[in-house]
Structures are given as C-alpha cells and as structure tokens.
C-alpha cells in the first residue's frame, strides 16, 4: 500500500460508520516502512465525542435488559468472525503496531480468550444469597451494569487490551465508548467490525479514533460516562484517576512497569536467560509487562551477564512480517526517539554498555524505526536507566549478593507491576512471593503476560482501581446491588 491509494476509516457512532464533524483525518504508518501509509483516521473532537456518548447512553437500557446469556451468544459469536479473520488481523497488528507476526497471533488469540472467557460469564455472573438477621427475609446480592463506560488503550497490544476491557464490560451490560491509541486505531476499527457482524445493538460499541490530548479529558469528565478503564502511562493514567476521582466514578489505570526478573545461583540458567531475552526483547520490549532489570546473584553474575549478551547477538531484527524475525522496530519514531535518549541516559550515567547501544541503519532498516536490542551492566539503582521505565529493547543488569539483597533492589522502584525469580530452592522462593513488592509474581516463569481468568494489574504507580480480567474484571465492569426481602405475609 502507498500513500495515494490508502484507505479512510471512519468512527463508529449509533450503528454507523461515519466522518468526523471536522472532515479532519490523519495517517498512520507501518513503523517498518515508513512510506507506507496503512490508513486515514478520523481526527476526532469534543462533538464527535459527544455524539458517541449520546448514541451509548440511548441504547444503554436496550443492552442492560438483554438477557446476560443474550449478550453471551453475541460474545460468541464474534469468535468465529476472528477466527474466519485470524492471519488478517494479525497482520493488521504488525503492519501498524510493528510487532513480529507471531506475538500478533498470540495477541489475537489472547483478545479470543478473554472474550470466550467473558462469553461463558454471560450464564454466571453470580451474587451471594445469606440468610437473614431478620426472621422471613431473604437476602441477596446482585450485579448491575454502570451504564456508560470509556475505554481508554493504549497502541502496543492494539486489539487484546481493548478486547480485554470490551468483553467484561460487555457482558455486564454496560455500553461502550472505545477510543484507542491515535497510533493504532485500525486494529480497534477492525475489532468494532466483528463485534458489529456479531450482531451488538447500534449504540452499544462506539469508537472515536484520534488525539488524546484533544477529547481524552472531556470524555473522562462528561457527566454521561460513569466508569473509565485506561491503560498506558503512568504519567497520563494519574491524571485521569484524579479527574475521575473527583466526579466519583468508577476508574481504573493499569500504567507502566520496571519489572525485574532475579536470578540466583542454583537457578536453571538455561531456563532463566531464555527468559530474560525474551522478556526484555520480545515485542521490541514495548509491554509493561517486559523484564527491564535481571538481578543477579554475585557468584553467577559475570557468567549470566556473557550468556545474555550471546544470546541478544543471535536475535534477528527485521520487519514483523518477516516470520523468522525476533525483534522488529519501534512503533514510531518518537518511541525510537526515545528509547536512543535512555540509551545515552544511561551511559552518560556510568554503565557498562555490554551489547546494542544504537539505531540500526543499512538498507534493511533506514526505513523503520529500528533500535539495537541494548544490555547495561553495573547499573545501580540510583541510576535512571534502574528506576525509570524505556518501553523499548534496553534491559539492565544489577548484581546482588543474596537474595535479600536482591529483593531489596527488586522493591526500589515505583513501579509494581509483575516480577519473577529463578531458583530451585522454595523457601526462597516463597520469601520472595511473599515480600515482593508487585501485583503479579512468577517463579521459574518470565514476567510477561498472563491468563485472561486471572487479575491482572499492578501495585505502587503501576496501577490503581480494580484489577483488570478475571472476576476482578467483571467486578469492575458491574455494581453490586444488595437486596432485602420481607416475604412475611402482611
Ligand atoms: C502482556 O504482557 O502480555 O500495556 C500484557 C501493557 C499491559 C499488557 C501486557 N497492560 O503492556
């Protein structure tokens, strides 16, 4: 695709693809060919945001009064439309977000998950039932919709996180303003599609594409919308918490991460470096789940620091559609920008500089925004490379002595998000679970990802309001109702 044939996308508001009021659009490009226009979006404003409020508000009691198993059929159904569409939107992942192909199937196939996941809570849903202080009385508990829910995503992971805030909120009967990243707005475009052949009622899933800057705040703070799930920077997601606090909705920001994976000496290194490389260079390290610090134990650190830098050198880098590509670039030049900045933070901050260190340059990648996967040594934690997060393929490597040591250097961040230690040894192992300070831990595993079933989230300045997925999910998405019945003939 070139720039004069690319295709406009429209916002999606009451059932029907429209303009902008504005008629104002913007491009996207493949972060691997930045000639290569993908789209023109919608460059939305306060009345296209309004308007997408309005259409969800009206059709917000249809949806509340379908049945939960209805709106269920509906869930499942979208799944066979991915599945008909599953290499397409896959690619669409790639060619705008610019992962490799493959973490875009694994993406696609999570956003599946979490909607079958949400699908099968359409017949549960539960409450409790107590008995009562009081004599002939019944007491329950049920959940309700919230009415208005914003969704806020952010571009790296442009189909699964909406689909993971969508689908809860969907089957607990709220209806839906979606606005998605300018950068990555085709992914949700395409999602918007499938949920709309699925058979949702027009007004229930509305989409605005475009800046943030320009109606993130009003769509936060419109009297309409009464729950806001966002997901992005922590920067951004502290701002909105704070609006939305003082309106007294519902909110819930999962932001950035520091995640740290320790390494003792009787780890299985074989499994605890393949870890590491994949944690700290998978997805070009932009999750916030990514492994950025290895703490390592002083008797095994100089060889891990080697083996690491080994195995960094072996990783391909090239275009995502390349399936034989394990690093890919950046998804935009600012992010490139960016990540070059800690790079030189960080030596300039007297670090050993053991691998990468530079964009990549040469035909294969003047024309995307490629950055060599980096490792530092020696970094201590007064460092900003240890405390503040890249969100690209730079990992730290820190030395400690024992495993207190080492948790200490694990806790010394702001961020809480995920984390992970390799050892054989279980009391240590528990010690570690049972001190560290974030939302999600593993043992012998890598810190990324999780299962849709599970909560998801993070403590500190990772995240705030309820855990996304799981039961926390549909918790949030819902309000509980406690009832009272005097059932006492009168
Ligand atoms: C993952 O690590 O697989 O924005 C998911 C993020 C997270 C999701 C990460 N909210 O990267």
Known sequence: MSNNIAVSYQNHIDGKWVDSESKR???????AHKDQVIGNFQL???EDTNNAITAASKASSLWANTPAPARGQILYKSLEIFSRR???LARTVTEEEGKPINDSRGEIRRAMNIIEYSAGEGRRLFGHTTPS???NTM????????????????????????AWKLAPALICGNTIVLKPASGTPLSAVKLVEIFEEAGLPPGVLNLITGSGAAIGNHLVEHPEVNAVSFTGSTEIGTDIYARGARLLKKVQCEMGG?????????ADMDKALASIVQGAFGSTGQRCTATSRAIVEASVYDQVVDQLALKTSQLKIGDGLDETVDVSPLSSAYQQEKVLEYIGIGTEEGANLVCGGGALSGDLYDNGFYVEPTIFSDVTTDMRIAQEEIFGPVLTAMEAHDIEEAISVSNQVQF????SIYTRDIPKAFQYINTVETGMVHVNAPTLGGEVHLPFGGLKSSG???????????????????????????
Do not use: C
């Not at 659009?25 to 972060?31: A, L, T």
């Not at 520091?258 to 000496?265: E, F, M, Q, R, S």
């Open 25 to 31: 659009e913007y491009p996207i490009i493949n972060p």
């Open 44 to 46: 939305s404003d306060i």
């Open 86 to 88: 599953f290499e397409e």
């Open 133 to 135: 202080e009081t004599p």
């Open 139 to 162: 007491a329950y508990t049920t959940r309700r919709p919230l009415g208005v829910v914003a969704l806020i995503t952010p571009w790296n992971f442009p189909m699964a996180i909406p």
């Open 258 to 266: 520091k995640n740290a994976v320790i390494v003792l000496a009787d």
């Open 416 to 419: 809480g998000l995920s984390s």
């Open 464 to 490: 705030v309001g309820q855990r996304e997925q799981g039961l926390e999910g549909i918790n949030f998405f819902s309000e509980v109702l406690t009832a009272y019945i005097d059932y006492a003939e009168p």
